[in-house]
């Protein structure tokens, strides 16, 4: 298994500002996830983040608008850059362990005002 | 690329009565399987996984799940909810070499 925690939990940031989000596990793990949950609805794979190499970002998702590091085994950091209100949602940190299983943050709930 | 549907957006059940929430998933070859749970104010969380073997899995707190292959279908049961299993139940899917898919998810509500 593996613990998680983001931070911060939850923040409210100005139209065209940046918010960067933490992510630390209790454990190494090669690959690391971040995700988006918008209100309501599904999770969204954002990009994969593996250590020592630059993260792959999904369909719809830029490395411009969120950037990602991954400095070590432990910790991930998630850039939400040049914010509007469609930026709004839930941010999640995930890791991937043996079999498969992903154990999930807690979650940055991001409101853009 | 590889869907899920839930058949159900919102569930809302009495305490004690069965529940079954539906998930299919698009294409075959070797997939597995998984339903996630997220609590009111909690992270998500696993509640079973199916990667091959017997197609009935059973997972925590009593929750189990069927794989039917030929019906692309891996639906979540159980015999008698209580109000604590109020949640979002998630279905999700893993093809090798691939990102996890998830469902756009259940929300169950248990009435007292």
């Known amino acids: 298994s593996a613990v998680i925690s983001q931070k911060p939990s939850r923040d409210i940031c100005q139209r065209g500002t940046s918010l960067t989000i933490q992510c630390q596990v209790d454990s190494q793990v090669t690959m690391m996830f971040w995700y988006r949950q918008q209100p309501g609805q599904s999770l969204t794979l954002i990009a994969t983040a593996n250590q020592g190499s630059e993260a792959t970002y999904e369909s719809g998702f830029v490395i411009d608008k969120f950037p990602i590091s991954r400095p070590n085994l432990t910790f991930s950091t998630l850039t939400v850059s040049n914010m509007s209100p469609e930026d709004s949602s839930i941010y999640l940190c995930?890791?991937?362990?043996?079999?498969?299983?992903?154990?999930f943050g807690p979650g940055t709930r991001l409101t853009v005002t | 690329a590889q869907s899920v549907s839930q058949h159900n957006h919102h569930v809302i059940l009495s305490e004690a009565a069965s529940l079954e929430l539906g998930c299919n998933y698009s294409?075959?070859?070797?997939?597995?399987l998984f339903w996630y749970v997220q609590y009111p104010g909690q992270h998500l969380q696993l509640l079973l996984k199916y990667f091959s073997g017997d197609p009935l899995v059973k997972g925590i707190k009593g929750f189990e799940a069927e794989f039917i292959k030929s019906k692309f279908s891996f639906n979540l049961r159980k015999p008698s909810v209580q109000w604590s299993d109020t949640a979002e139940y998630f279905c999700?899917?893993?093809?090798?070499?691939?990102?996890?898919?998830f469902g756009p998810g259940t929300r169950l509500s248990v009435l007292p």
């Open positions: 294409y075959g070859g070797t997939v597995n």
């Open positions: 995930s890791v991937e362990v043996a079999d498969y299983e992903q154990y």
């Open positions: 999700a899917v893993k093809n090798y070499g691939q990102n996890f898919v």
